[in-house]
Every structure is written in structure tokens, then in C-alpha cells.
């Protein structure tokens, strides 16, 4: 019986990671087709010399480092109020924004804008991006701090208080050293849900912010490319480090 | 400490939604604006059997999705569960995909259904096939790419359930002489109740409002609701009528949201 469930968990665990794997091997193939013709980094070479790539993966850093800088400072402080005194009304706000379909959080944000467009001088851009990034990634954050804070002890803030500190002292110099790792990793899982979003960042870019997910859905749409292979390669080693990190911290 | 967030949230999310709520009861301008009289059209337009078709298309298939999860997701949760001191990386494995980038995995999976993808590569050259099958841009290439996506959310409550199970019930049940498939049924399954009805919201409910998987899986042949969304807010220009749909599957996603939370779904926050 135990033998039967460790080959089906194989063949599931074949399921979730043989298709990335494959994609990675093929971005080393030195044919365009698939049909494998040697080693090659021909694909990665051709990825780093399309400028609009380059552009759109630059935009994309941007972005993900300012949502992730946002919804991390609004988040660690919302899961510490979270913790010391819950609120209904927030805690219903989190989970909506939870739920709400992408899409439907891309067409709310872009009504939205184009209704306070009317009243103030701006245009979609990369703030528009940024601030919608910073809506959907905010719930996860407070999400994985507030799991960190449970495994707190809040006595030690009382006797920090009780010693004379004030309630920020003792958030800044007790209880925030402890959540550092917590923080540590919402804020990667931010960057990463940021970095890789596509439906809601496409129905609120403007036309000088492609993201780096906006070029791959474009060129998918169009067809496979071995450039795409490659960069995705890139893509998903990179956030799978990240993870990796912040699966390691959150534990800790 | 809170308020930033809630101002945050009131502004980001809360006003959006009125926005949309306010625009579903205006009507579609002569060039695609909106305009007055108020009116309740846009929902009534919903009970179009155009419309209907893709409603029931959304809920067929969220629900497949779902009983597929279910169906491949419960003996991995189980083998999990049994797993010892590997339990915590095993479980990695199966979250790890997760988090790395939806639309690169979606893409992995064109790269292999399409016509000249790997699949259809392979069985050619095996000589099976003489012409490569249409695996791709079809409900199957969409079901297969959400079950794929979504099957950690499935085994994650699933796990969770099947760990805290006490195992000398499983034992008593086998000295009573039940057998291993009686005692699955009718001691393990009811026992990990809230574990399934959690797994099974958490994946119907995100698979009800897709967009990106029908839309690259599907080729723009298998429209589901979040597709008509979009279309309505870009090709169509009919912003009233989106933003009805869009009220109209908030309603249903708060449905599940709220018997997610009444039933024993895992409380994140």
C-alpha cells in the first residue's frame, strides 16, 4: 500500500515539475524546432540582445522593488496591529482582496483610475502598476508576518514596556528584530507575485511600462520562440531561489 | 498601526469596486462610454443564452478542475502525511511550483501540446500518429492547465487534515475488521471532511474567475467568465456590461469565501 503511494507521489511530483524542466532543457537546444541539435546559448544570447526584453525586464525590477517595498512596510504594520487588537472590518477587507478574481481587480483598478483621471493630471504608468501591485500583494504579506507574530510570545513586549520602553520602542527594538525573518520572507513571495504578474499589470500599464510578462504573453500568443524558452528558464530560476530562501526563512 | 493599510484598501479596493458597481447600472455610450439613464439592463442582458453558455462553461469547468484535484491531490496528501521526517521538504516540492511564475508554467505546457510540441513530436516520430493531434487550444488543454496550477492549494488543506488524523482510529477500524477501502471510506474521508471542503473551494473559487489559462490554453475558443470580462472592458468597449459580470462573479466568490470560512477552511488571517 505505502510502495503504490510513493509511485504515485513520483508520478505527481513528475506532473508538477517535468514540463518546467523540459522547457529549461529545450531553451539549450541549439535548433529552433523540437528537436534536440546540440548545446547552445544562442537563445540566451538572442534574449539579452532584444532590447525590448531588456527594457521590459527593467521595468519589471523596478516595479517589483517599489511594490515589494510598499505592501511590505503597510503589511508587517497591518499583521502587527492584526495581532495585538483584531478588526473585523480589516481582516473582511484582506480576504476580499484575497479572493477577488485578477481580473476583476484589474477592471475595478482600471475604472478606477480613468474615474480619478478625470479629476487629477496623471496618466497610467509605472505608479499605476506599482499601486496595483501593492493592493494584491498587501494580503499575503500580512498574511505570513501575522503566522510569524503568532509564534511570538507577547509577553516579551509587556516586560519591554514594563522596563520603561514606550509601545514603538518596543515594536522597533523587541518585536521587529524577531519578525525579521517573517518580513524577510512576505517581502520575497511580494516580489515574486509581483514580478510575475501579468493580468492585472497589463490592464493598467500604460504604453511606456511593458513588463517582462507582457513581452512573454505577447510573443507566447504568437507562438512558441526559443527566446521565450530562455528567458523563462531565467524567470523561473531566479524566483525559484527567492522562494527557496523565503520558505527557509519562514520556518526558521 | 492599522491605518495605514485600511486607507490603503479603502482607496485600492473598496473604492474600485463601487466604481464598478456604480458603472454596471449606467448604460454603453454611442463610443463606447458610459452614459446615463440608470438602468438594471446590463444584469438582465446576463440571462442571455450567449452569456448563460459561458456562465455554465466557467462552473463545468471550475468543477472538473476541482474533482481532478481531488482526485489526483488525496493520495498525495496522504502519502505526505505518512512521509515522517522528509514531510516538510516533500511538501516544498509540491508548493515550490506555486509561487515560480503562473504564466512561464502555463507557457511550458503550449510549448508541450502544441502541433509541433513535444508530444506530438515524440508520438510522430514513433510512428503512433502520422498527424499531430489537437492537444492544444481546446476545454482539455484548459482543465489540464488549471488542475496543474492549482493542485497545491487542493493538497495543502488536504494535507493539513490528513496529519492531525489520529492514526489509532485507522488502527481500531482495521482490528474491527474493516477493510483497507472501508476504513478509507468510512473512517478517513468523513474525518478529513473540512480538510476536502476547504482544498475544494480554494480550487473551484480562483478556477471560476480565470483568465490567463483559457486565454492561452484555450486559444480564445474556450471563453470562460473572466475572458468576458476582459473583452467587454477592451475589444467590446462595453464597460456597463463588464463591470455587471464582473459584480456578478464578486457575488459568487463571496459565496465561497463565506462558506470557506464557516466551514472549517484554515483561517489565514
Redesign the interface.
Known amino acids: ?2 510502495r503504490l ?2 509511485v ?2 513520483t508520478a ?2 513528475a ?3 517535468l ?2 524542466l ?2 529549461a532543457i ?1 531553451s539549450f537546444n541549439a535548433s529552433r ?3 534536440w541539435e546540440g548545446f547552445s546559448l544562442r537563445w540566451y544570447r538572442a534574449a539579452l540582445e532584444n532590447s525590448q526584453l531588456v527594457e521590459a525586464c527593467r521595468n519589471s525590477l523596478v516595479i517589483a522593488a517599489a511594490a515589494t517595498l510598499v505592501s511590505t ?3 508587517t ?2 499583521a ?3 495581532w ?2 483584531r ?1 473585523a ?3 473582511a ?20 483610475y480613468q ?1 480619478l483621471f478625470r479629476y487629477l493630471d496623471v496618466r497610467l504608468g509605472l505608479h499605476t502598476v506599482v ?2 501591485h ?2 494584491f500583494c ?2 499575503y504579506v ?2 505570513v508576518v ?2 510569524r507574530l503568532r509564534t511570538l510570545e507577547p509577553a516579551l513586549e509587556e516586560a519591554a514596556m514594563d522596563l520603561g520602553a514606550t509601545e514603538w520602542q518596543a515594536f522597533r527594538r523587541v518585536t521587529l528584530p524577531l519578525l525579521g525573518p517573517g518580513v524577510a520572507a512576505g517581502a520575497m ?1 511580494c516580489f ?2 509581483s514580478f ?1 504578474d ?2 492585472i499589470t497589463s ?1 493598467v500599464a500604460g504604453v511606456d511600462s511593458e513588463t517582462l ?1 507582457m513581452v ?2 505577447a510573443m ?2 504568437r ?2 520562440s526559443p527566446v ?2 530562455a528567458v ?1 528558464t531565467i ?2 530560476f531566479g ?2 531561489i527567492l ?2 530562501v523565503a ?1 527557509r526563512l519562514r ?1 526558521s | ?2 491605518a ?3 486607507v ?3 482607496v ?6 463601487g ?2 458597481a456604480a ?1 454596471s447600472f449606467l448604460t454603453r455610450g454611442p463610443y463606447g462610454g458610459l452614459s446615463e439613464p440608470w438602468t438594471l439592463e446590463n444584469y438582465v442582458r446576463l440571462a442571455d443564452p450567449l452569456y448563460l453558455r459561458i456562465v455554465a462553461r466557467s462552473f463545468r469547468i471550475a468543477a472538473v478542475t476541482t474533482a481532478l484535484c481531488l482526485l ?1 491531490g488525496f ?2 496528501a ?3 502525511a ?1 512521509s515522517g521526517r522528509r514531510k ?1 521538504l ?1 511538501l ?6 506555486f ?7 502555463t ?6 501540446l ?1 502541433d ?3 508530444v506530438n ?1 515524440l508520438l510522430v516520430e514513433a510512428g503512433l500518429i502520422e498527424q499531430p493531434l489537437p492537444l492544444l487550444y481546446n476545454e482539455g488543454a484548459v482543465i489540464l492547465g488549471l488542475v ?1 496550477g492549482h ?1 497545491p492549494f487542493m493538497v495543502l488543506p488536504l494535507f493539513a487534515a490528513l496529519e492531525r488524523l489520529d492514526r489509532s482510529l485507522i488502527e481500531a477500524a482495521a482490528d474491527l475488521g474493516a477493510r ?1 477501502l472501508q476504513t478509507l471510506f468510512r473512517v478517513v474521508l468523513p474525518l478529513a471532511r473540512p480538510g476536502l471542503v476547504a482544498g475544494a473551494l480554494l480550487v473551484f ?2 478556477c ?5 489559462t483559457p486565454d ?1 490554453l484555450g486559444g480564445g475558443k474556450t471563453v470562460m467568465v ?2 468576458l ?2 473583452n467587454q ?1 477592451t475589444a467590446a468597449r462595453d ?1 456597463p456590461f ?2 455587471a459580470v ?1 459584480l456578478a ?2 457575488a459568487l ?2 459565496l ?2 463565506a462558506v470557506f ?1 464557516r466551514r472549517g477552511g484554515e483561517r ?2
Open positions: 500500500m505505502s503511494l510513493a504515485y507521489a505527481i511530483y506532473f508538477l515539475h514540463p518546467l523540459i522547457l529545450f524546432f523540437t528537436v512596510c503597510l503589511g504594520l497591518c502587527y496591529g492584526l495585538k487588537r478588526s472590518p480589516i481582516t477587507g484582506l480576504y476580499v482582496s484575497l479572493v477577488t478574481p485578477e481580473v476583476v481587480m484589474g477592471i475595478s483598478l482600471l475604472a478606477f474615474w499601486a496595483a501593492v493592493t498587501l494580503a500580512v498574511l501575522l503566522a513571495l515574486a507575485l510575475d501579468y493580468v490592464l510578462p512573454i504573453y507566447a500568443r507562438g512558441v521565450v524558452n523563462s524567470i523561473v524566483l525559484g522562494v527557496l520558505e520556518q | 498601526m492599522l495605514p493599510a485600511a490603503w484598501m479603502a485600492f479596493v473598496a473604492a474600485p469596486l466604481v464598478v458603472y489526483l493520495p498525495l496522504l502519502f505526505l505518512r516538510h516533500l516544498a516540492l509540491v508548493i515550490l511550483p509561487w515560480t511564475s503562473y504564466l512561464v508554467r507557457y511550458a505546457w503550449m510549448f508541450l502544441r509541433t510540441g513535444l513530436t496543474y493542485l483497507p473559487i480562483p471560476l474567475g480565470a483568465y490567463l492561452l473572466g475572458n470580462i476582459q472592458f464597460w463588464g463591470a464582473s462573479l464578486m466568490v463571496m465561497g469565501l470560512l489565514f488571517l
